[in-house]
C-alpha cells in the first residue's frame, strides 16, 4: 500500500458532493454512499495520466480535462490496484500541464469503532455520520492526492434529501449557501486531505466569540444537557488566546467547533476547525472527577494547538510525525500550565510522558528511532504510538531547555510564520535556531549536529555520577541496555548529553552545564570546591529537561538524602523515578549491568531511603508520592514483597497518609469551578489507591483496617439504589478489595466477583444514543458461576467509570491464593466467554498473576490453552518478563517462541491502555 505517488502532478482544489442516507429506520444503515468529485490539477510538465490514492472506491462515472479540452471517454482507461490502494487514470492520446477530474462514485461507510473513513453509527434511534481520516483514509472518500505535502483547499457540498430536517450537518467552513434540499459550505485554506472533516447527527450547540473574532462551538447529542459543555466552551476560549498569543500569529478561520459524539476511532481528532472528541472527553458536570476534567483541558488544548502545528503548518512526510505530536503533546501541557498553574502540571508532565517513555526507551519492542521512513500505510500508521507523543514531547522539552525559552519561542514563531498554509520539516526548524542562537552554545558543534543523534538512534542514556575526590564529581553516560534482553556489546552512549549540574550549599545556588560528547568510555570531571562542605549537594539535571536517567553513587545519594526535605518537587520526583529505575537494572544481566553497578553497587538500598526520607518529611506532594508509590507497588510485584527490610521501609514512608488517603475516598466528586482544584497540594485518588494498595500488601494494620472499612462502605453503597458512589471512592475502595482478597479469605474475594458481575451488567445495559450496537454484549457474559455462595448488588444507579473499573476488577479476581478461586478462574480462562472478549483487561489480570507469583498454582491447569498463552505475554510488565523466562517448567522452545513473539504485543496494548 502506497504512502507516496509516482510523477510530479499536485491538486489545485477538491470540489466533493455527498449524498448521505441518514433515515434508515429499522433497517441496517448503508453500506456504501454516493459521491461526486471536481478536483483541479497541475504538473510541472506534460502528463497523460493520473495516480491517485484511492480506497474501496465504485467509479461510475469519469471524465478528464486536460488544458481546457474534454477527453472523450474511449480514450480514458482507468486501472485499479487495490493491494497497493491506487488508481490510474490514462488518457495517453493527450498531455498537458493542467486539468479537471470529475467523478460519479460510490465510498464505503464504516462503523464508528473502525480505524477511519466515513464511519456511521449502528443504532437505529440516532443515526450519525462522521470522517476520521487520520493518517490515511481520504481516499476511502474520493480519489485523491492522500499525502500531508499535497495540500489544497476543498469545498463540499452535502444533498440533504435524507437527512432529517432537525439534524445538524458540520464541516471545516460556514456554510456558503442553503436550500431544503442542500447545503454548500465555503472553501477551505490549503488544507492535508486528513484534515477534510463533516459531522452529520442530531445535535445542538452553545457558542461564543474568541477575543481576536472566532466563532467558538460545543456541540453534543441533543439528549445532552449543553451546561455540561459550557466548561470546555470556556476552556476552548482561553486556549485559542493562548496560542495567537504565544505563537503571535492568527490564523485564516473564523470559526472553531468541538463535536462530541459517545464512540469514535479515536479519542479525539484535529480536523481543520471542526474537531471531533469522544462525549466523555468533553462534557463537564459536578460529578465530572478531578483526573478526567484535567484530560479534557489537556486534549482540548492539544487539539487546538494542531491548528498550528499539523493544520497550518503541516509535515513535508509522515517520516516526521513527532514534529507535529511531538510539540502537541508538549504545548498541550505549556498550555495547561499557563491557565491552571495551581495544578503544579509539569509534575504530570515527569510522570505520565517523560517515565513512561523512559521505560518503553529500556524495552526492545518500545525502541525505535524517533524518524523512521514508512513507506506504506501500515508502517505509517504504526508511527502513531508513544514515541512520536511521548518521547517528541520529552525532546521538545529539552531542546526548549537547551537553547532558553525565548530562542525557543522565537525559533518556533518564525518556523510557523514562515510555512502558513505550506508544510514543513525539522530541517527547516532546525536551520532557523541554528541561526538564532549563539555558535558556541553547544561546544563543537550547532543545535541541528547535537539533536541528530537524538532523532537517529533509540534507547536513552544513563549519566553514572560519582565523587571522584573531596572537590570534583566525575560522569560517564552509558547507553542504557535492553531490560528484556542480555546485551553484550558496546554500550558507549550514542547521544551527546548536554546536561546542568545545581550545586547547592545552604542558600547559595549555581548550576554549571556539561557537554559529554558520544561515543566516550572516558569520564567527564567537574571541579566543585563547595564539596569540602559536608552539607554541600550536588543534583543534576534539576529541571529534568534532559531526556536521561542520572544515577549517583553513595556518596552522593547520602548527601541527597541528607537534604531531601530541600530539594524541589521536580528533583525529588527525579531522585525517585531514576532510582526506581535500578530495579529494572537489577534484572538485567551481561555488559550493562556490570557498567552501571559499578557505579551503584548499592542496589535497591537508596530507593529504600527515598521511602523512609518521605515519611520523615511528611511528604504530601502528590506527583512524588505517586511516584514513590508506584516504585513500591513495583518492588513487590518483582517479589521483594516479604523482605522485612521492604516492608519496614513501605511503612515508614507511607503510613503518614493513611488519614489523606480516608479524606480522598469519601471526599465529594466535583466542585464548582476549576480554581477551587489544586492537585499538586492533596492525593488524587490514583496515588491514594497505589499508597493503600502498597500498604495493605506489606500487612499494615492501619492500613487493612481502612481496607476493611471501605469495603464494607463499597458493599453498602453498591446495595443502596440512591447513594453517591463516586468515582474517587471506587478507585480508592477497589485498591481495598486487592488488599483484602490477597491476604483475606474467600468472603473477600466474592465482593470482588460481585463487583465484577455488577459492572459486566451495567456495562451490558449501556443506553448512550450513539453506542455501537456491534459490540453488544448480551450473549456474552460469562455462563459459569463459583462453586461456593457469592453475595449480588442489585442493579441499581449509574457507572460512573465503566469499563476502566472493570479492568481494575479483573485484576483483583486473580490475587486470591484459594484452591478453590484457582480452580474456578481457570475454568473461567478456558471458557469461551466475556473475560476472553475483553482481553486488554484480561490480559492485564494474567499479568498480575506472573507479578505475584501466584500463577504456580494454577500454571499447570493453563499449559495448553493457546489463548491464554497469548494474552499472559500481552499482560507482562517489563520486570515480569526476566522472572518468567527463568521459572522453572517454562523452558520448552514452544513457550520461549511464544514469549518472543508475545513482546510485540505489549507496546500497541499499553499504547491503547493509555488513555
Same mark, same amino acid.
Given at each position: 500500500?502506497?504512502?507516496?505517488?509516482?510523477?510530479?502532478?499536485?491538486?489545485?482544489?477538491?470540489?466533493?458532493?455527498?449524498?448521505?442516507?441518514?433515515?434508515?429506520?429499522?433497517?441496517?444503515?448503508?453500506?456504501?454512499?454516493?459521491?461526486?468529485?471536481?478536483?483541479?490539477?497541475?504538473?510541472?510538465?506534460?502528463?497523460?495520466?493520473?495516480?491517485?490514492?484511492?480506497?474501496?472506491?465504485?467509479?461510475?462515472?469519469?471524465?478528464?480535462?486536460?488544458?481546457?479540452?474534454?477527453?472523450?471517454?474511449?480514450?480514458?482507461?482507468?486501472?485499479?490496484?487495490?493491494?497497493?490502494?491506487?488508481?490510474?487514470?490514462?488518457?495517453?492520446?493527450?498531455?498537458?500541464?493542467?486539468?479537471?477530474?470529475?467523478?460519479?462514485?460510490?465510498?464505503?461507510?464504516?462503523?464508528?469503532?473502525?480505524?477511519?473513513?466515513?464511519?456511521?453509527?449502528?443504532?437505529?434511534?440516532?443515526?450519525?455520520?462522521?470522517?476520521?481520516?487520520?493518517?490515511?483514509?481520504?481516499?476511502?472518500?474520493?480519489?485523491?492526492?492522500?499525502?500531508?505535502?499535497?495540500?489544497?483547499?476543498?469545498?463540499?457540498?452535502?444533498?440533504?434529501?435524507?437527512?432529517?430536517?432537525?439534524?445538524?450537518?458540520?464541516?471545516?467552513?460556514?456554510?456558503?449557501?442553503?436550500?431544503?434540499?442542500?447545503?454548500?459550505?465555503?472553501?477551505?485554506?490549503?488544507?492535508?486531505?486528513?484534515?477534510?472533516?463533516?459531522?452529520?447527527?442530531?445535535?445542538?450547540?452553545?457558542?461564543?466569540?474568541?477575543?481576536?473574532?472566532?466563532?467558538?462551538?460545543?456541540?453534543?447529542?441533543?439528549?445532552?444537557?449543553?451546561?455540561?459543555?459550557?466548561?470546555?466552551?470556556?476552556?476552548?476560549?482561553?486556549?485559542?488566546?493562548?496560542?495567537?498569543?504565544?505563537?503571535?500569529?492568527?490564523?485564516?478561520?473564523?470559526?472553531?467547533?468541538?463535536?462530541?459524539?459517545?464512540?469514535?476511532?479515536?479519542? /479525539?481528532?484535529?480536523?481543520?476547525?471542526?474537531?471531533?472528541?469522544?462525549?466523555?472527553?468533553?462534557?463537564?458536570?459536578?460529578?465530572?472527577?478531578?483526573?478526567?476534567?484535567?484530560?479534557?483541558?489537556?486534549?482540548?488544548?492539544?487539539?487546538?494547538?494542531?491548528?498550528?502545528?499539523?493544520?497550518?503548518?503541516?509535515?513535508?512526510?509522515?517520516?516526521?510525525?513527532?514534529?507535529?505530536?511531538?510539540?502537541?503533546?508538549?504545548?498541550?501541557?505549556?498550555?495547561?500550565?499557563?491557565?491552571?498553574?495551581?495544578?503544579?502540571?509539569?509534575?504530570?508532565?515527569?510522570?505520565?510522558?517523560?517515565?513512561?517513555?523512559?521505560?518503553?526507551?529500556?524495552?526492545?519492542?518500545?525502541?525505535?528511532?524517533?524518524?523512521?521512513?514508512?513507506?506504506?500505510?501500515?508502517?505509517?500508521?504504526?508511527?502513531?504510538?508513544?514515541?512520536?507523543?511521548?518521547?517528541?514531547?520529552?525532546?521538545?522539552?529539552?531542546?526548549?531547555?537547551?537553547?532558553?525559552?525565548?530562542?525557543?519561542?522565537?525559533?518556533?514563531?518564525?518556523?510557523?510564520?514562515?510555512?502558513?498554509?505550506?508544510?514543513?520539516?525539522?530541517?527547516?526548524?532546525?536551520?532557523?535556531?541554528?541561526?538564532?542562537?549563539?555558535?558556541? !552554545?553547544?561546544?563543537?558543534?550547532?543545535?541541528?549536529?547535537?539533536?541528530?543523534?537524538?532523532?537517529?538512534?533509540?534507547?536513552?542514556?544513563?549519566?553514572?555520577?560519582?565523587?571522584?575526590?573531596?572537590?570534583?564529581?566525575?560522569?560517564? /553516560?552509558?547507553?542504557?541496555?535492553?531490560?528484556?534482553?542480555?546485551?553484550?556489546?558496546?554500550?558507549?552512549?550514542?547521544?551527546?548529553?548536554?546536561?546542568?549540574?545545581?550545586?547547592?550549599?545552604?542558600?547559595?545556588?549555581?548550576?554549571?552545564?556539561?557537554?559529554?560528547?558520544?561515543?566516550?568510555?572516558?569520564?567527564?570531571?567537574?571541579?566543585?570546591?563547595?564539596?569540602?562542605?559536608?552539607?554541600?549537594?550536588?543534583? /543534576?539535571?534539576?529541571?529534568?529537561?534532559?531526556?536521561?536517567?542520572?544515577?549517583?553513587?553513595?556518596?552522593?545519594?547520602?548527601?541527597?538524602?541528607?537534604?531531601?526535605?530541600?530539594?524541589?518537587?521536580?528533583?525529588?520526583?527525579?531522585?525517585?523515578?531514576?532510582?526506581?529505575?535500578?530495579?529494572?537494572?537489577?534484572?538485567?544481566?551481561?555488559?550493562?549491568?556490570?557498567?552501571?553497578?559499578?557505579?551503584?553497587?548499592?542496589?535497591?538500598?537508596?530507593?529504600?531511603?527515598?521511602?523512609?526520607?518521605?515519611?520523615?518529611?511528611?511528604?504530601?506532594?502528590?506527583?512524588?508520592?505517586?511516584?514513590?508509590?508506584?516504585?513500591?507497588?513495583?518492588?513487590?510485584?518483582?517479589?521483594?514483597?516479604?523482605?522485612?527490610?521492604?516492608?519496614?521501609?513501605?511503612?515508614?514512608?507511607?503510613?503518614?497518609?493513611?488519614?489523606?488517603?480516608?479524606?480522598?475516598?469519601?471526599?465529594?466528586?466535583?466542585?464548582?469551578?476549576?480554581?477551587?482544584?489544586?492537585?499538586?497540594?492533596?492525593?488524587?485518588?490514583?496515588?491514594?489507591?497505589?499508597?493503600?494498595?502498597?500498604?495493605?500488601?506489606?500487612?499494615?494494620?492501619?492500613?487493612?483496617?481502612?481496607?476493611?472499612?471501605?469495603?464494607?462502605?463499597?458493599?453498602?453503597?453498591?446495595?443502596?439504589?440512591?447513594?453517591?458512589?463516586?468515582?474517587?471512592?471506587?478507585?480508592?475502595?477497589?485498591?481495598?478489595?486487592?488488599?483484602?482478597?490477597?491476604?483475606?479469605?474467600?468472603?473477600?474475594?466474592?465482593?470482588?466477583?460481585?463487583?465484577?458481575?455488577?459492572?459486566?451488567?451495567?456495562?451490558?445495559?449501556?443506553?448512550?444514543?450513539?453506542?455501537?450496537?456491534?459490540?453488544?454484549?448480551?450473549?456474552?457474559?460469562?455462563?459459569?458461576?463459583?462453586?461456593?455462595?457469592?453475595?449480588?448488588?442489585?442493579?441499581?444507579?449509574?457507572?460512573?467509570?465503566?469499563?476502566? !473499573?472493570?479492568?481494575?476488577?479483573?485484576?483483583?479476581?486473580?490475587?486470591?491464593?484459594?484452591?478453590?478461586?484457582?480452580?474456578?478462574?481457570?475454568?473461567?480462562?478456558?471458557?469461551?466467554?466475556?473475560?476472553?472478549?475483553?482481553?486488554?483487561?484480561?490480559?492485564?489480570?494474567?499479568?498480575?498473576?506472573?507479578?505475584?507469583?501466584?500463577?504456580?498454582?494454577?500454571?499447570?491447569?493453563?499449559?495448553?490453552?493457546?489463548?491464554?498463552?497469548?494474552?499472559?505475554?500481552?499482560?507482562?510488565?517489563?520486570?515480569?518478563?526476566?522472572?518468567?523466562?527463568?521459572?522453572?517448567?517454562?523452558?520448552?522452545?514452544?513457550?520461549?517462541?511464544?514469549?518472543?513473539?508475545?513482546?510485540?504485543?505489549?507496546?500497541? !496494548?499499553?499504547?491503547?491502555?493509555?488513555?
Amino acid at each position: 500500500m502506497s504512502v507516496e505517488l509516482e510523477g510530479n502532478a499536485r491538486p489545485v482544489s477538491y470540489d466533493v458532493t455527498i449524498s448521505p442516507c441518514m433515515s434508515w429506520g429499522e433497517s441496517q444503515p448503508p453500506s456504501t454512499m454516493v459521491c461526486r468529485m471536481v478536483m483541479r490539477w497541475e504538473s510541472l510538465d506534460p502528463i497523460n495520466h493520473l495516480v491517485l490514492h484511492s480506497c474501496d472506491i465504485g467509479f461510475q462515472d469519469i471524465e478528464v480535462e486536460v488544458n481546457g479540452k474534454v477527453i472523450d471517454n474511449k480514450d480514458i482507461t482507468l486501472l485499479v490496484d487495490s493491494p497497493r490502494q491506487l488508481a490510474r487514470i490514462d488518457f495517453n492520446l493527450f498531455s498537458g500541464t493542467s486539468g479537471i477530474l470529475r467523478t460519479r462514485h460510490t465510498a464505503q461507510l464504516r462503523g464508528l469503532t473502525s480505524k477511519g473513513g466515513v464511519c456511521v453509527s449502528q443504532q437505529n434511534s440516532s443515526p450519525v455520520m462522521i470522517t476520521h481520516f487520520e493518517p490515511l483514509c481520504a481516499r476511502s472518500l474520493i480519489p485523491c492526492f492522500d499525502c500531508p505535502s499535497m495540500k489544497a483547499p476543498f469545498q463540499l457540498t452535502v444533498i440533504k434529501d435524507d437527512i432529517p430536517s432537525h439534524f445538524t450537518i458540520l464541516s471545516n467552513t460556514p456554510v456558503e449557501e442553503e436550500s431544503e434540499s442542500r447545503v454548500r459550505f465555503k472553501q477551505t485554506t490549503r488544507i492535508c486531505s486528513y484534515l477534510f472533516a463533516f459531522v452529520i447527527a442530531d445535535l445542538h450547540s452553545i457558542s461564543t466569540t474568541s477575543s481576536s473574532g472566532i466563532k467558538l462551538s460545543v456541540y453534543a447529542p441533543r439528549t445532552r444537557d449543553l451546561e455540561e459543555a459550557r466548561s470546555s466552551l470556556h476552556v476552548l476560549k482561553q486556549t485559542i488566546s493562548f496560542f495567537e498569543d504565544y505563537f503571535d500569529l492568527r490564523l485564516n478561520m473564523s470559526k472553531l467547533d468541538i463535536i462530541g459524539i459517545p464512540m469514535l476511532p479515536a479519542i /479525539a481528532m484535529e480536523n481543520h476547525c471542526c474537531l471531533v472528541f469522544r462525549l466523555n472527553y468533553l462534557l463537564i458536570s459536578r460529578q465530572t472527577p478531578l483526573n478526567r476534567i484535567q484530560r479534557i483541558v489537556r486534549l482540548v488544548a492539544h487539539e487546538v494547538s494542531h491548528h498550528w502545528f499539523g493544520n497550518s503548518t503541516s509535515l513535508d512526510s509522515w517520516d516526521s510525525i513527532w514534529l507535529k505530536e511531538g510539540f502537541a503533546r508538549y504545548l498541550e501541557y505549556l498550555c495547561t500550565d499557563k491557565l491552571f498553574p495551581s495544578w503544579g502540571f509539569w509534575g504530570d508532565f515527569h510522570i505520565t510522558v517523560v517515565e513512561e517513555m523512559k521505560v518503553g526507551d529500556c524495552v526492545n519492542v518500545h525502541r525505535r528511532p524517533l524518524e523512521v521512513h514508512a513507506p506504506t500505510v501500515s508502517s505509517v500508521v504504526k508511527l502513531f504510538d508513544r514515541v512520536c507523543y511521548a518521547k517528541g514531547a520529552s525532546l521538545v522539552k529539552m531542546i526548549r531547555h537547551v537553547i532558553g525559552e525565548e530562542t525557543f519561542r522565537s525559533s518556533v514563531c518564525k518556523f510557523l510564520k514562515n510555512t502558513v498554509d505550506g508544510n514543513g520539516s525539522p530541517r527547516d526548524l532546525f536551520n532557523i535556531i541554528d541561526s538564532l542562537v549563539p555558535s558556541n !552554545l553547544i561546544p563543537g558543534m550547532t543545535v541541528t549536529e547535537w539533536f541528530e543523534p537524538w532523532k537517529r538512534n533509540e534507547s536513552l542514556p544513563v549519566v553514572c555520577i560519582r565523587q571522584s575526590s573531596a572537590t570534583a564529581i566525575s560522569l560517564l /553516560a552509558v547507553r542504557h541496555p535492553s531490560i528484556l534482553r542480555c546485551e553484550e556489546g558496546d554500550l558507549s552512549s550514542l547521544f551527546p548529553v548536554f546536561i546542568e549540574i545545581e550545586i547547592c550549599c545552604g542558600t547559595k545556588v549555581r548550576r554549571e552545564k556539561l557537554l559529554i560528547p558520544p561515543g566516550g568510555a572516558t569520564e567527564q570531571h567537574l571541579s566543585i570546591p563547595e564539596m569540602v562542605d559536608g552539607s554541600c549537594v550536588v543534583v /543534576a539535571n534539576p529541571d529534568a529537561s534532559t531526556y536521561c536517567r542520572c544515577l549517583y553513587d553513595d556518596t552522593l545519594t547520602n548527601r541527597l538524602l541528607k537534604n531531601f526535605k530541600t530539594l524541589t518537587e521536580t528533583c525529588r520526583l527525579n531522585l525517585i523515578t531514576d532510582t526506581s529505575s535500578l530495579l529494572h537494572i537489577s534484572t538485567m544481566s551481561g555488559q550493562g549491568k556490570a557498567v552501571i553497578q559499578s557505579y551503584l553497587p548499592t542496589g535497591v538500598d537508596p530507593l529504600f531511603k527515598y521511602f523512609e526520607a518521605i515519611g520523615l518529611n511528611k511528604e504530601t506532594d502528590n506527583f512524588v508520592v505517586s511516584a514513590a508509590a508506584t516504585a513500591a507497588l513495583d518492588l513487590a510485584l518483582k517479589g521483594f514483597l516479604y523482605s522485612t527490610k521492604l516492608k519496614q521501609y513501605i511503612l515508614t514512608g507511607f503510613e503518614h497518609l493513611l488519614p489523606e488517603v480516608e479524606r480522598v475516598a469519601y471526599s465529594e466528586a466535583g466542585v464548582a469551578t476549576f480554581g477551587e482544584y489544586r492537585r499538586c497540594d492533596q492525593l488524587t485518588a490514583e496515588t491514594a489507591a497505589s499508597v493503600l494498595q502498597a500498604l495493605g500488601f506489606c500487612e499494615s494494620e492501619d492500613a487493612l483496617s481502612l481496607c476493611s472499612k471501605l469495603q464494607a462502605e463499597l458493599i453498602k453503597r453498591m446495595n443502596d439504589e440512591g447513594g453517591e458512589r463516586g468515582t474517587d471512592f471506587l478507585i480508592v475502595a477497589m485498591s481495598a478489595v486487592k488488599a483484602k482478597v490477597l491476604h483475606g479469605g474467600l468472603d473477600d474475594w466474592c465482593v470482588a466477583w460481585s463487583m465484577y458481575e455488577w459492572v459486566q451488567t451495567m456495562t451490558n445495559n449501556d443506553s448512550d444514543p450513539f453506542s455501537d450496537h456491534s459490540h453488544n454484549h448480551d450473549d456474552q457474559t460469562t455462563s459459569l458461576t463459583p462453586p461456593f455462595p457469592t453475595i449480588k448488588f442489585p442493579l441499581v444507579g449509574t457507572l460512573p467509570i465503566g469499563y476502566n !473499573l472493570l479492568g481494575t476488577v479483573l485484576e483483583t479476581l486473580f490475587l486470591s491464593k484459594h484452591e478453590a478461586v484457582n480452580d474456578f478462574i481457570v475454568s473461567l480462562i478456558l471458557e469461551d466467554n466475556q473475560m476472553q472478549i475483553e482481553g486488554r483487561f484480561f490480559s492485564l489480570a494474567l499479568g498480575l498473576l506472573v507479578n505475584y507469583h501466584i500463577i504456580d498454582g494454577i500454571l499447570p491447569k493453563l499449559v495448553k490453552s493457546k489463548f491464554t498463552w497469548t494474552l499472559l505475554v500481552a499482560g507482562l510488565n517489563y520486570g515480569s518478563v526476566g522472572w518468567l523466562r527463568n521459572h522453572k517448567g517454562l523452558h520448552t522452545p514452544r513457550f520461549q517462541d511464544i514469549l518472543d513473539s508475545g513482546l510485540m504485543c505489549i507496546d500497541s !496494548l499499553h499504547h491503547s491502555l493509555a488513555d
